[in-house]
């Protein structure tokens, strides 16, 4: 019988390096199938906490927080790319007609929705949700700030409009993503993917898929011991 484990990742919808370990550890995990399971939840961790309702291009924000020159940003991101297509997801625009601008959003409003879907409806949707949340930002270039367009998402796939509406506004749910967030900074997470695993084994940023592997058969023996 498969060990079932718990996988904690605090993530930001912004992050391509979460999408891609996300990818890297679902083939990490196929190869442990018939040996380990896992419950994914997802946790809030914004990269831009600051970032203003009318958003920054991508390129340039990445160029000036870093501190690099466009074309080196490009080069970075042409190594996303590449590294998304090892781990099986596209960090590409696959939306209809030519691509609108790449910008980048603040996500607080987001975070709220996954925590609401995990409380409501459980971890396999508010997967369901990450996922389709990752390919408006990445693959369709959404404004992932809008509620219009956050409602839109929850709704497809199969959250309730009126309480995913009521989710964006909620001073609770506030709370919670803040609370997430501090949780991380208890744990010294300072970037992303941050992966815990079993609430106390922590895996930072995007592995190989055969060190998720290894990770989590060590994990299930300790566990097991």
């Known amino acids: 019988m498969a060990r079932k484990l718990t996988i904690d990742i605090w993530s930001d919808v912004m992050c391509p390096w979460c999408l ?16 380990i399971e896992a419950e994914i939840r997802w946790h809030a961790f914004e990269l831009n906490p600051d970032m203003p309702p009318e958003g920054e291009e991508r390129s340039a924000h990445i160029a000036r927080k870093y501190g690099r020159t466009i074309d080196q940003t490009r080069s970075v991101q042409d190594q996303m790319r590449q590294a998304a297509v090892d781990a099986g997801v ?11 601008p790449a910008m ?9 929705l ?4 995990l409380e409501s409806a459980g971890p396999n949707v508010q997967m369901k949700l990450k996922l389709s949340l990752f390919d408006a930002h990445f693959g369709q270039r959404l404004n992932l700030g809008d509620h219009g367009i956050l409602i839109d998402i929850a709704a497809s796939v199969g959250l309730d409009r009126e309480a995913a509406a009521a989710a964006l506004t909620s001073t609770e749910l506030a709370a919670h993503v803040r609370a997430e967030e501090q949780a991380a ?17 922590l ?3 995007a592995q ?7 990770s989590l058969r060590r994990v299930a023996e300790k566990i097991a011991a």
């Open 90 to 100: 596209s960090l590409d625009y696959s939306g209809p007609g030519e691509a609108p």
């Open 114 to 117: 996954l925590i609401w879907a």
């Open 20 to 35: 891609v370990g996300y990818g890297k550890l679902t083939k990490g995990l196929a190869l442990l199938e018939g040996e």
């Open 185 to 201: 900074f208890d744990m010294n997470i300072t970037g992303v993917p941050a992966m815990v695993v079993e609430g106390k084994f």
């Open 203 to 205: 895996i930072p940023g």
């Open 208 to 214: 190989e898929p055969e060190v998720y592997a290894s």
């Open 104 to 112: 980048m959003w603040n996500t607080f409003d987001a975070h709220k």
